[in-house]
């Protein structure tokens, strides 16, 4: 149908619209930036087969940056639906496409800095002119291109090559088309009346990520949620709800008192969702770990035998498939044994390392995940989709719904005309919900299954890159032996004035303020970013994790360089 | 610092660039449309002041698409961070945007349909061409151009000035250019250290919220969170660790039996969070309201009065301002003297009606909100802001950190070089937190209080306009007298073959199907969308709302008139 087809002919395409992309004013000049002459010259002169094009434009560009579109006098109420709005929205919307592309050149251009650093008073103070208060009178299209500008000068850029600060890192370019996509169809994924294509690729997706954990046939059930702690949060519940319905009409007081296991090394947000689903945190029982950080199997079994005899009722048992801090996997295989021994819920929490299911060559890490009555998996940790894309993955199909339906009439009419089993929205605790999925199935369609395994590889031949760097290079120690499981590559620097100092606690103390000396000294000159934490009786110490794809090992490199030049003197 | 700064001139810039935007071959041609010459002639025809420019354009179009850009021998993996990926990169996010610009120029104009629906059964098996399975190798870039453009093809344009379906609608272009400005800066909002000037945006603009509840000096705290039935639960979570904070670590069993008060007509999501909580869906006691379902104050004191009978403990009441089927406000003052006189926690739920505080006008329907110890608040309902911005506002500072924190060491290190209690992360259910902040923020800049103040003035004006129109007009039945509280407008529309029905089941169950048959029939045809739902014991009925900024009169005219030609010879 003609109508509704998003065809991109039309009177004024922005291509053959010479008020449009073509001849728009350069961002620069009359908003905040100095383009000079100098600097056209220069571009023109990178150029130069195409030189005389160029001039030609630039003459253009002068002609109409007055008479078209001065943004100084244009207002939102002037843009869509506005009439005559077209013209100046294209305008408006191709200016901030102008100011976001040259963000993403800076972002992978290792000249640039990861960050420009400033106190939350200096912010707030205002910055040359970026004022964070809102008034009640509109600003001016010009001021809110000035503001985007700014916005992103004084962030931070998490896609730069030498940014290692989160599990989540990387700009993926289709999956940022992706959210731009998404962001433009603004919509909901409660009901497929109005996500039909995005409902279908979510169920797609889901089925697609289980048949990869290996349960028979992909099936099963599942959900976005919008994070791997609301993810981990679904899986407490449905254990509950599985073994104890009746709580979700009468409430905790209807169950006996119900125990959690969960590895002292994993997510807090186990934990958290203890608390919050009222189990209450002295209800999560920490299991011991060893020098990895992975769950020692006998000491599960041993505390599930303690609560038992204490008369309380073990349901479930969380194991870690990629810790937080050390990367370390659980025995997914033994943890098994023991919950189908007592028969308990099987949670495996593969927020951070559940994409090593993706790789042949690493994916035995997650050896025993079928076994699994539920998974977390966060495709925007290690496989570079942009946040959030977190799914729970449930080998129980209803359950979900089951757990959590409330059958509200104005939603979820029975009587549409199309099969509303499609209708997701009541198996969420959300009502509405973003749609995540698509930039995820974008970039699946544009790598295939092999480009997140190649991904998922380069990262990991990368971190061994650097621990084999280190490992016995002067003045670092590896906080734990043997090449890591993941990308994590946990160390401490010691500058040279501590390299002859006894083991002792003076040591400690200097010590364990390091790795935050060097961390502020980083973000100050801006030149990259690690995170750094201490882990029960360790001091702290950095992390280093990689799941950028920009990342190489020039910047391994440059990041132990850094760490030596800005801590040798400490 | 020029290193960070987000400047646009560069080496590459677009405008200057022959090979980027300039040159980009038409999204037509060998992808999927059919941009024939004489559609080229019309275009130019209607610039004909720039007529030669064009033709120009026009030709160097031909000469570089074939030499510069053919997509289907590139793939992800030639985009950025590749070795010159640059050019790569921007020719395909400019063709992203271009096919993105023409959907939203659609979007706006009124003789292209809403939606062009399929079943799902047909969108799986494949819509020429449009295939949604995945697959292990990777897809050309042509084939993604053309996978976006499908996805919107057959998606839904909510934005449409005649999608009437949900409470959240309608495309804000400011709001949109956020939206892309924040996939681009793809960041979490936990911590300071990667989210400085959001985090500062969401301090400063829940603070003007306060500020507008009526909060002293807008003190207090809250978070947006993702979507208003988390933001509801986390008002149950908080209102607990008031009363019972050992519940936080002992969980429900360390409290008496708690229960909840809510409308029956309020959202579901009051109850889903009692359920998930632990506190059990009949421990959520559902309160009698008015013909106008406003809860009834005298209702809620007698259940209270009867729980503490029994032995139970009051500890929550949720009053709604703004429901969601008949868009009504619960009486706040009198539910909080009864709040008040039994010490619960007062929530007023404002998802759907909290925008009315924006305007001075419509305002007095929230009396008393600034008397509640909590309030969800939507901005993506009646603000028009783009999906998901929903605000938790608390009135007690800390408690959100009471209630939540879990101090994970790795992410809130105390020992920063900033202000630490700039992060907020612990403060959340979920730890990686989606930037819902920036949209908003740059549509109050853009706008002004004022701004919203008369998009909410204008959508009431509007639903006014609908029941002035259908009160008295044969063939319609309100079902609630008087005129709506806010823009819902409910009603039954009565095809003439019903009209000397008597009163009785047979009628009944006849108009039961009259809602859905027509909105079935307007799905198929494509031309605009509205909700029905039954309520209690009424049967299914229209809920009209308006929210979105593109609605006129004339397509409230037009919604009429489609009911009126689909609905005549039921």
Same mark, same amino acid.
């Given at each position: ?183 433009? %169809?603004?919509? =909901? !994924?409660?009901?497929?009346? *109005? #996500? ?5 690729? /979510?169920?797609? +997706? ?22 791997? %702690?609301?993810? =981990? !949060?679904?899986?407490?519940? *449905? #254990? ?5 319905? /009746?709580?979700? +009409? ?22 958290? %969702? ?297």
């Amino acid at each position: 149908m003609a109508a509704s087809s998003s065809s991109s002919s039309s009177a004024c395409d922005p291509q053959l619209d010479p008020n449009t992309t073509n001849v728009r004013p350069p961002p620069s000049g009359f908003l905040q930036k100095n383009n000079s002459l100098d600097e056209k010259g220069r571009i023109v002169g990178a150029f130069s087969q195409k030189q005389q094009l160029v001039s030609e434009l630039g003459e253009r560009e002068q002609r109409f940056r007055r008479t078209e579109t001065d943004f100084s006098n244009l207002f939102a109420r002037d843009l869509l639906p506005a009439k005559n709005g077209e013209e100046p929205t294209m305008q408006f919307l191709l200016e901030v496409v102008d100011i976001l592309t040259n963000y993403i050149r800076k972002t992978f251009d290792r000249s640039t800095k990861v960050l420009d650093f400033h106190h939350p008073h200096q912010l707030l103070e205002g910055m040359e002119g970026f004022n964070l208060e809102l008034s009640d009178q509109p600003e001016s299209l010009e001021q809110i291109l000035v503001d985007c500008r700014d916005t992103l000068k004084y962030g931070v850029r998490t896609g730069h090559p030498r940014f290692f600060n989160q599990l989540s890192t990387g700009l993926d370019i289709i999956g940022l088309a992706g959210e731009w996509l998404t962001s433009t %169809a603004n919509t =909901n !994924m409660f009901t497929y009346e *109005i #996500a039909p294509v995005f409902v279908l690729m /979510e169920q797609l +997706t889901l089925k697609k990520m289980r048949e990869i954990i290996g349960w028979p046939n992909g099936e099963g059930d599942g959900l976005f949620s919008p994070g791997g %702690a609301i993810s =981990n !949060m679904y899986s407490v519940m *449905i #254990a509950r709800y599985k073994y104890f319905p /009746e709580v979700k +009409t009468k409430g905790m007081s209807a169950a006996p008192r119900l125990v959690l296991f969960t590895s002292e090394h994993s997510h807090y947000s186990i934990t958290k %969702a203890g608390a919050a689903l009222g189990f209450g945190k002295e209800n999560v029982i920490l299991l011991s770990t060893d020098e990895r950080g992975r769950v020692i199997p006998a000491d599960l079994e041993a505390k599930i035998i303690d609560a038992k005899q204490k008369g309380y009722v073990p349901l479930f048992v969380n194991a870690t498939a990629g810790t937080t801090v050390y990367g370390a996997f659980d025995p997914i295989n033994d943890i098994a044994d023991i919950c189908e021994k007592y028969n308990l819920w099987l949670h495996v929490d593969g927020a951070w390392g559940g994409g090593l299911l993706m790789s042949r060559r690493h994916r035995h890490k997650l050896s025993g995940v079928e076994r699994a009555n539920s998974v977390t998996w966060n495709p925007h940790k290690m496989m570079g989709v942009p946040l959030q894309c977190s799914a729970i993955l449930v080998r129980e199909k209803g359950i979900l719904q089951g757990c959590n339906s409330m059958c509200a009439g104005y939603l979820f009419q029975p009587d549409k005309q199309y099969d509303v089993t499609y209708d997701t929205g009541d198996k969420a605790i959300q009502c509405g919900r973003h749609v995540d999925i698509f930039k995820f199935w974008l970039m699946w369609k544009a790598k295939g299954t092999v480009g997140f395994e190649q991904h998922i590889d380069r990262c990991l031949e990368l971190s061994e890159y650097l621990y084999n760097k280190i490992k016995n290079r002067p003045g670092y120690e590896m906080v734990f032996q043997g090449e890591p499981q993941h990308t994590n590559v946990c160390f401490w620097y010691i500058p040279p004035s501590m390299r002859n100092m006894p083991d002792g606690e003076e040591r400690r103390e200097r010590l364990h303020k390091v790795a935050p000396k060097i961390k502020a000294m980083m973000m100050e000159s801006g030149t990259t970013m690690v995170g750094y934490q201490p882990q029960g009786d360790k001091v702290n110490f950095f992390r280093m994790v990689i799941s950028n794809h920009a990342a190489t090992r020039s910047d391994i490199d440059f990041l132990i360089d850094e760490i030596e030049r800005l801590g040798h003197d400490l």
